[in-house]
Structure formats: structure tokens, C-alpha cells
């Protein structure tokens, strides 16, 4: 949204759930991290076969090549930014969320070079494996809250947590989600309904906000660094993933539906580093007319949500556009 500061209009960013707190259930929706790390998981386990730098070598070559165009853009465009005169603090936020991709693939690459040790674990002790980092997770809770320690003990929990749902992909690829005497789908309908359970409680009882995003203003965010609510909350969208899996790979078969998805999937880097870019160059092009409805004002009523629901297509043709632009550097 534009403000008033020192050095005159500035850009800033704000949360529509620090004033909309009925949006929370979006955030139930729309935050899959711990789906991407599940995939991730199974991913790793299914291509390495040995040979671990080769390996680990041209899967970091895959991430690092976009995340290098990212960075050769944006650095000369700050300077241009600075250069012009453009405020620190709109600088800041413009930067903030250009750049906030790129710590999910920090975490991912962490977790990728663990993949022998990881395998190690989930074939010494299966799915349980997933065990040993949540209850770090909530260790490193109990410590902050519960007994006010630091506030940087939660910062353990940024690959803690993530791990969780990286080993049960593991688990998946090596087919310990198998129970001898269950049902397929037995672990992951445990999965669902304990997870979705812990979320709740942890929710009702334990303090945790019920937003599964950051929220500015708010005391404790559930992702930044991700909280045992967070893993929990995981653990039930990886089950619900999992007993999904037959029904989406059944839609699959459909020649239109498996193009579309091949097609973004060959680009699917490209989108997630960019759509940041998209949102930031339309809302600069906004600042030239003024406080736009829906795109510089604040997010205070649901009359903001329709004005900025209309805004999406300007959002995905500049997107567009730089998929256009970049998708080869990813391929």
C-alpha cells in the first residue's frame, strides 16, 4: 500500500489477515509448503542411485541457474532504484518480497545434500523417522514459550521442521508408508485426521495462531520460523496429499489435463521466483496514478478483496511475461 514518510511517498507491506481475520482458512488453502517438501523428499530418494557429488551436483545446478537470473536482474535494478531516489523504506519492501522466495529454496538444498543420511534414517526406523525432528520442533517451542528462553532457539526448527515432511516423502519412495499388516492408505488417513487434531488443539489450547502464514503485527507467526503448529498442520496436508495421489493421478491420464500440468512443471521454477516480480512491477506502475483501489490501499474490508481479485489478470499477464522472458535459464 503507499504511505506518508520522511522522504515522502512510500511503498509499503501489509497483511489482509491482521485486519480480515475471517480470511484465515485461505491460509489453511493457499500455504502447501510441507506438500512441496514431501514431493521434494520422494524426488531425491527416487533419483539417487550413488555417486553423491555428481548427483547433488546437477541437482544444484538446477536451482542455482534461475536463482542467478533472479539476482543479475535485480541488482542493477535496486542500484537504478537507489540512484533515482526511490525511499529506503520502499527499497526495503520491494526487496523483502522480490527476495522472500528464495529462503524455501535455501531450506530445499539444505535438506537435498542430507538425502544419503536422510534414506539412512527412514529405511533404520521408517515413517517414525519423521518422529525425531518433530519432537525437536517442539522442544525448541517449549523453550521460547513455554520457559521464555531466546527467541533465536526457534530458528532450529527453519530445517527441523521441514525435514518432517522431507523424510515421510523418503518414506514414500522406499515404500515404508506400507504397513505388513495394514491398508495402503491406513498411515496416511493416521496422518490426516492425528495431524488435523494436533493442529486444533495446539490451536485452542496451546496458543498458536491459526494462521498458517505470517501476519504482520502478530506476536508469533506459525512459519517464520515454522512452529510445531506448522509441522503438525504438514503432517495432515502430506496425508491428504497421500490418499489423494490415486484419484489426481487417475485425472492425469487425460492427455489436455497432463500437458497443461508437464508445462508448468518445465517451468515451475521460473513461476515460483518470479510471481513476487509481477505483483511488485504492477504495483510500482500503480504508484505513477496514485492510491489504486485494491492495489495500494489498505487491506481493511472485504470491498479490498474484489478490488484486488480484479487486479490477478494485470498480475498474470506481467507474469506471463516473464516466464516468456526466463524460462529458458531453467531449462
Known amino acids: 500500500?503507499?504511505?506518508k514518510g520522511?522522504?515522502?511517498?512510500?511503498?509499503?507491506?501489509?497483511?489482509?489477515?491482521a485486519s480480515m481475520p475471517w480470511l484465515t482458512p485461505l491460509s489453511w488453502v493457499f500455504?502447501?509448503?510441507a506438500v512441496f517438501f514431501l514431493v521434494g523428499g520422494y524426488s531425491a530418494a527416487r533419483s539417487y542411485r550413488g555417486g553423491y557429488l555428481p548427483w547433488l551436483r546437477k541437482r544444484m545446478v538446477r536451482l542455482a541457474r534461475p536463482?542467478?537470473?533472479?539476482?543479475?536482474?535485480?541488482?542493477?535494478?535496486?542500484a537504478g532504484l537507489l540512484l533515482a531516489g526511490v525511499s529506503g523504506t520502499t527499497v526495503h519492501t520491494i526487496l523483502f518480497l522480490v527476495i522472500s522466495p528464495l529462503w524455501f529454496l535455501g531450506v530445499y538444498a539444505g535438506l537435498t545434500a542430507l538425502t544419503p543420511a536422510a534414506m539412512w534414517?527412514?529405511?533404520?526406523f521408517g515413517a517414525w523417522a519423521a518422529a525425531f525432528p518433530a519432537g525437536l520442533v517442539a522442544v525448541a517451542d517449549l523453550v521460547r514459550f513455554g520457559l521464555h528462553g531466546p527467541s533465536w532457539v526457534g530458528w532450529i526448527n527453519l530445517p527441523a521442521g521441514w525435514l518432517v515432511p522431507y523424510l515421510l516423502g523418503i518414506a514414500?519412495?522406499?515404500?515404508?508408508?506400507?504397513?505388513?499388516?495394514?491398508?495402503?492408505?491406513?498411515?496416511p488417513a493416521l496422518m490426516l485426521a492425528g495431524g488435523a487434531a494436533a493442529t486444533a488443539a495446539l490451536i485452542a489450547w496451546a496458543g498458536y495462531p491459526a494462521s498458517m502464514v505470517g501476519v504482520n503485527g502478530s506476536h508469533i507467526s506459525n512459519l517464520n520460523?515454522?512452529?510445531?503448529?506448522?509441522?503438525?498442520?504438514?503432517?495432515?496436508?502430506?496425508?491428504?496429499?497421500?490418499?489423494?495421489?490415486?484419484?489426481l493421478a487417475r485425472a492425469m491420464r487425460r492427455p489436455l489435463a497432463w500437458a497443461a500440468v508437464a508445462m508448468v512443471n518445465l517451468s515451475a521454477m521460473t513461476l515460483f521466483l518470479w510471481h513476487e516480480t509481477a505483483l511488485v512491477t504492477v504495483s510500482s506502475l500503480g504508484t505513477l496514478i496514485g492510491r489504486v483501489p485494491g492495489l495500494l490501499t489498505a487491506p481493511t474490508s472485504g470491498l479490498w478483496v474484489a478490488e484486488r481479485l480484479a487486479w490477478l489478470p494485470a498480475f498474470a499477464i506481467?507474469?506471463?511475461g516473464l516466464w516468456l522472458a526466463f524460462r529458458r535459464v531453467e531449462r
Open 1 to 3: 500500500m503507499l504511505g
Open 6 to 17: 520522511h522522504a515522502g511517498t512510500v511503498l509499503s507491506d501489509q497483511s489482509p489477515l
Open 31 to 33: 500455504q502447501t509448503l
Open 67 to 78: 536463482v542467478a537470473a533472479l539476482v543479475a536482474v535485480w541488482i542493477p535494478v535496486t
Open 121 to 124: 534414517l527412514v529405511r533404520r
Open 172 to 187: 514414500w519412495a522406499l515404500g515404508s508408508l506400507r504397513g505388513r499388516r495394514l491398508p495402503a492408505m491406513t498411515l
Open 225 to 247: 520460523p515454522p512452529t510445531l503448529a506448522a509441522v503438525t498442520f504438514g503432517i495432515a496436508q502430506c496425508g491428504l496429499a497421500l490418499l489423494l495421489r490415486d484419484r
Open 318 to 320: 506481467v507474469l506471463a
